[in-house]
């Protein structure tokens, strides 16, 4: 099973700040997944990155994933009070569950 | 178009007694994944059912088992309840062959 470790655990920030959080794996990815999930609720889906060196945005976010897919980062450009939220990085091999990490939980301070 | 619905929202039950969740899918989607996520950490896959049969299993014992009818709604029943049980339960839906994946709000069990 593929282990994903997520950096940091926990971030605090003030608005308005810059931030990123990584999700890191001692195995190649097929496809890497970003959801923020919000106190109280299911995760939500963000992102899904399939290609080695792809970046995308969403908005101030910006994920890219590794060239070798074993790492994925997500930059957040000047933080809001609504970014607060756990995020979770989570792989897939072909037909089988989703793995996840142990998420980052974001905490931005107005 | 409702997404994918949990019930109850919150439960509270007693160390070995047992429970029962449930999960409506999305609209249109086939496939049922249930999900453990413990306080501090991220969710952990319990199973999978489609065509109404557990298709994929992750590392839990079998106090935990489930059910899925014709209309690709599912229940999650965890038997002899554990304090170490407590945790929310998230069910996911997808359509078998797709990669999209939906989450419920999830259930929040709190064993004492």
């Known amino acids: 099973t593929q282990l994903l470790e997520q950096s940091p655990q926990f971030l605090s920030i003030q608005e308005g700040e810059n931030l990123t959080v990584y999700c890191n794996s001692s195995s190649v990815f097929s496809s890497l997944q970003w959801y923020r999930q919000e106190p109280g609720e299911g995760p939500v889906l963000l992102v899904t990155v399939v290609t080695g060196g792809e970046v995308k945005k969403l908005k101030r976010l910006t994920f890219q994933f590794g060239d070798a897919r074993k790492d994925s980062s997500l930059h957040i450009t000047a933080a809001q009070p609504g970014d607060t939220g756990l995020y979770l990085c989570?792989?897939?091999?072909?037909?089988?569950?989703?793995?996840f990490g142990k998420g980052t939980r974001l905490s931005v301070i107005a | 178009d409702a997404g994918v619905t949990q019930s109850p929202t919150h439960l509270i039950k007693t160390r070995g007694q047992q429970v029962t969740l449930r999960c409506s899918p999305k609209s249109g989607h086939d496939t049922v994944s249930w999900y453990q996520q413990a306080l501090g950490q991220g969710p952990q896959f319990i199973f999978q059912y489609y065509e109404e049969e557990e298709r994929q299993r992750g590392n839990f014992p079998d106090r935990f088992s489930g059910h899925q009818f014709p209309n690709y709604s599912s229940e999650l029943n965890v038997n002899a309840l554990l304090l170490g049980d407590s945790a929310l339960y998230l069910c996911?839906?997808?359509?078998?062959?797709?990669?999209?994946?939906?989450f419920g709000s999830g259930t929040r069990l709190t064993v004492v």
């Open positions: 989570a792989s897939r091999s072909g037909n089988t569950p989703l793995v």
């Open positions: 996911a839906s997808s359509l078998v062959g797709t990669g999209n994946v939906f």
